[in-house]
């Protein structure tokens, strides 16, 4: 438990939070994992405007290496967009080295034991948040990544 | 906050997560109030079926009473339906008494000081959970209140 809360990365987490929240975002976090109130299929940050849900699952890392989720935590955040509609992304920061990125579920790879991964290269070159902003209000997706660096503070 | 804790009625609260959830909504419940978490606007409960937002501060209390709201918590209901889409109900339940009872936001009473009432004869004469699904999905509206008396359960 103790080390679930650690992976989570609360603080990181509040961080995201506040950026959605920026952005004009609805943005609500779920209760502690392990709570009852978790029984049902919820993803850490949910964040919906004007009808457009995205569904997050937070991952923060201290150092370049592959991140790994667990197969239920995919199936979980599945089974909230199919309800909700809207996009399940992963979210990744590599602390200190990396501002967040996304990782939308389809792109995640398969482990052979059925869980998924994420490489390093993969993070390096996955969506900022105003990309998945764009994406998901319908404008066209900013294609030159390097003139938004304000976004890896 | 011991107080406020009770007036949420947590365990209701579960109740109507789960009903929700049936229904085929996404549910989320708020963390705990007073955490850092929600410094930004959250309602107790956020529910979502297909881009359809519903958004509820659950009251539940133990004899036929009217229900007080705080305008902070009718305010972060409508800043969070703002940003989100959807429409901000107050949930109230009274034990033992009536099931699930659901007072849109603007049929509210405003008190002298500033905050907001709900009549025991609002209360009673209110929507049940399947008239705002079916309002909230587009179907038409069920008139006959009388005929849905397995949501009192």
Same mark, same amino acid.
């Given at each position: ?10 603080? $990181?987490?509040? &961080?995201? /939070? ?13 209760? !502690? ?7 049902? !299929?919820?993803? *850490? ?10 569904? %997050?699952?937070?991952? =923060? ?13 995919? *199936? +979980?955040?599945?089974? %909230? ?6 996009? #399940?992304?992963?979210?990744? +920061?590599?602390?200190?080295? =990396?501002?967040?990125? %996304?990782?939308? /579920? ?13 490489? /390093?290269? +993969?993070? $390096?070159?996955?969506?900022?948040? #105003? *990309? ?10 900013? =294609? &030159? ?6 976004? &890896?503070?």
């Amino acid at each position: 438990m103790k080390n679930k809360r650690r992976s989570r990365g609360f603080s $990181h987490e509040r &961080d995201l /939070v506040h950026r959605l929240w920026e952005k004009g975002f609805a943005v609500i976090r779920a209760p !502690a994992s392990g709570a009852k109130a978790r029984r049902y !299929a919820v993803p *850490d940050i949910v964040a919906i405007k004007q009808g457009v849900v995205l569904a %997050f699952e937070v991952k =923060t890392i201290h150092n370049e290496r592959p991140v790994y989720i667990p197969n239920r935590q995919v *199936d +979980k955040l599945l089974e %909230f967009t199919k309800r909700a509609g809207g996009k #399940p992304y992963i979210a990744v +920061k590599i602390i200190g080295i =990396t501002g967040w990125r %996304f990782i939308p /579920v389809e792109e995640l790879e398969e482990t052979r034991g059925g869980n998924y991964r994420v490489s /390093v290269e +993969k993070i $390096h070159n996955s969506l900022r948040l #105003p *990309d998945i902003v764009s994406l998901m209000l319908g404008n066209k997706l900013l =294609t &030159d990544y390097a003139s938004i660096g304000e976004e &890896d503070s």
